[in-house]
């Protein structure tokens, strides 16, 4: 080890200048590197890193960069939900898209609202019938309608009591109860029904229009029904004579002026407008007189009129209190009758709803007839009946609101139509030659605003002819869901009368319109003249001609099918005949 110790360090003398230069070389090349390296400031809380000789340092590779959504929303994809109205997102071939109304829904929406619409007129049409052909339409005898010797009724022989029948019914009297018995203001179940069938054609297909509409329709026949009756008879204190009239026009008045929130002593005040109505002087004078008031009668009001009955029959209808006169039985002082009788129209109508023990739920009986469904009971669509979810699921879309979600209401499905002028025409032609002036311009801007006035319940004119009124613009909706601004029956006829004359009637009521002009008989009525009755379901008509069979050809504001003016034959067989002008 010492002989090779003692010979490198022979060497290193012998080429100790080669060494020398090398490690100059060495510093020359390493040293300002070192340097820099050393005097470098490095942040205190980044630790450096050391890299060893021979690692080959690549630039860091970027991650990938996602794409950027574009500046347009991206459109969801829609899925069936149960508590959404599906049918709502399906269109017919060829309808327009961006009219919801116009989807499957609104198609089906339309046929059902049509259907309800058409039940309740034909029920309301009933107080068109007489007494007489009412008792034997419901089997009754006819002693059912036979009250006491009329002196103002024509047909009335006072040697023959049969011919005594009572000519009119003098007041409607309805009921409505859900499917518990439960007193409830009529409404239509329509949005209950379809809100049912969207939960249960979620688990059989949700375009399935089809099965939607069938399980629809039976349902809507098992929830809707009806009975009629007629009350027994009763007698009031006196109608017949000239003092029974005034007093009973002065009754009418008073219920008007009630209604209409009108000062009974400021009306009073002029004595224009009493002499008016106690005299029935058939004068101009008599749509002169008064001030517009807007009647704006609320569905608690209509509600509250309703008198509940357990079973419609004559046996236990509710009757008036009769006066002494009614014990009269001696036929030969029936001349000295001061009433010859009353009979009220009896409806009750059954709708079932959603929250009642009886409920739709509870007599849905489409599931055990459906063909879709496995008759072993092996249904794969998942539908398990209407549990508690699919309950829940159905009154959760009943409550939403249809015309903002859906667009769907209602007033959507007015049917109104106007007349053409040829058609008007061919009505005016009709008229007698010898009618005046002023009613041949009723009659023309009656038939004028056929199909352009909606149905609005308790709907009133802000003025006369149609620009300050606005028909058509949507607003509030009525007890019914009506959303189209128009009016009601009473209020199209005091703007018809308003708009040709340029005078308001002294009131907007159905009774106080009973309480205007001059009382008439049946067969005086001339083109113009208008007809009505008072009570639960009031309604006036505009008198325009008499058909062939005897029936009476009218215009006037329609809350059926329709929902708007329009022109049909009724019976009309009411109490009311009134002349408005000469």
């Not at 007494?131 to 009335?156: D, S």
């Not at 007033?411 to 109104?416: E, M, R």
Request: charged letters at 20%.
């Amino acid at each position: 080890m010492n002989n090779l110790i003692k010979r490198c360090c022979g060497i290193l003398r012998k080429h100790r200048s080669q060494w020398i230069s090398a490690v100059l070389m060495l510093l020359i090349s390493v040293g300002p590197v070192a340097a820099s390296r050393l005097f470098q400031v490095q942040p205190a809380d980044i630790p450096v890193k050391t890299v060893e000789e021979d690692t080959i340092i690549l630039p860091p590779v970027p991650e990938t960069i996602p794409e950027q959504p574009s500046s347009e929303a991206v459109e969801e994809v829609w899925q069936p939900d149960i508590t959404q109205l599906n049918l709502a997102h399906f269109f017919s071939e060829g309808a327009n898209t961006e009219d919801p109304s116009q989807s499957l829904a609104g198609e089906v929406f339309q046929e059902l609202m049509t259907q309800d619409q058409e039940w309740s007129s034909s029920i309301y049409g009933c107080s068109d019938i007489s007494p007489e052909n009412m008792a034997a339409q419901l089997g009754l005898p006819r002693e059912t309608v036979i009250g006491k010797y009329n002196p103002n009724n024509e047909h009335h022989n006072p040697e023959d009591p049969s011919t005594w029948t009572i000519n009119s019914f003098k007041d409607i009297r309805m009921t409505v109860t859900d499917g518990d018995g439960r007193s409830i203001s009529p409404y239509s179940n329509v949005l209950e029904i379809m809100s049912m069938a969207n939960v249960y054609t979620y688990y059989y297909g949700a375009d399935n229009v089809s099965l939607f509409l069938s399980y629809a329709r039976q349902l809507w026949e098992a929830s809707h029904s009806y009975q009629l009756n007629i009350s027994d008879i009763y007698y009031c204190s006196g109608c017949i004579s000239e003092d029974d009239q005034k007093r009973e026009l002065e009754q009418l008045r008073t219920e008007a002026m009630e209604e209409e929130g009108i000062d009974a002593s400021e009306a009073s005040s002029s004595s224009e407008e009493n002499t008016a109505f106690e005299t029935g002087t058939p004068s101009s004078a008599v749509i002169e007189v008064g001030k517009f008031r807007a009647a704006q009668k609320s569905a608690a009001t209509a509600s509250n009129s309703f008198s509940f009955m357990e079973e419609a029959s004559p046996s236990n209808a509710s009757v008036y209190e009769i006066s002494s006169l009614q014990k009269e039985t001696d036929q030969e002082n029936s001349e000295l009758t001061v009433c010859p009788g009353h009979v009220d129209l009896i409806i009750h109508m059954k709708i079932h709803g959603l929250s009642e023990q009886n409920s739709l739920f509870s007599i849905d009986s489409f599931q055990e007839t459906n063909a879709l469904a496995d008759p072993l009971g092996e249904d794969s669509s998942g539908w398990k009946g209407w549990t508690d979810t699919n309950k829940a699921a159905a009154i959760a879309l009943s409550q939403q609101d249809w015309f903002e979600k859906y667009g769907l209401t209602f007033s959507g499905i007015s049917t109104g139509v106007p007349l053409t002028s040829s058609e008007i025409q061919a009505y005016m032609a009709e008229l007698p030659l010898t009618l005046s002036q002023t009613r041949r311009d009723l009659i023309e801007f009656a038939l004028q605003s056929v199909g352009k006035v909606p149905y609005y319940w308790g709907g009133k004119a802000s003025g006369p002819d149609y620009e300050p009124n606005g028909f058509g613009t949507i607003i509030s909706p009525d007890y019914k869901g009506r959303i189209l601004k128009g009016l009601d029956c009473s209020g199209w006829i005091n703007w018809v009368y308003w708009s040709v004359t340029g005078n308001r009637l002294p009131y907007e009521s159905t009774a106080g319109l009973a309480a205007c002009g001059t009382p008439i008989s049946r067969s005086e009525l001339q083109p113009g003249d208008i007809v009505l009755h008072t009570g639960t379901d009031a309604h006036v008509i505009m008198f325009l001609r008499w058909t062939a069979d005897g029936k009476i050809q009218c215009i006037h504001e329609s809350s059926g099918p329709v929902n708007n003016v329009c022109v049909s034959v009724r019976d009309a067989n009411w109490p009311y005949y009134r002349r408005l002008i000469e």
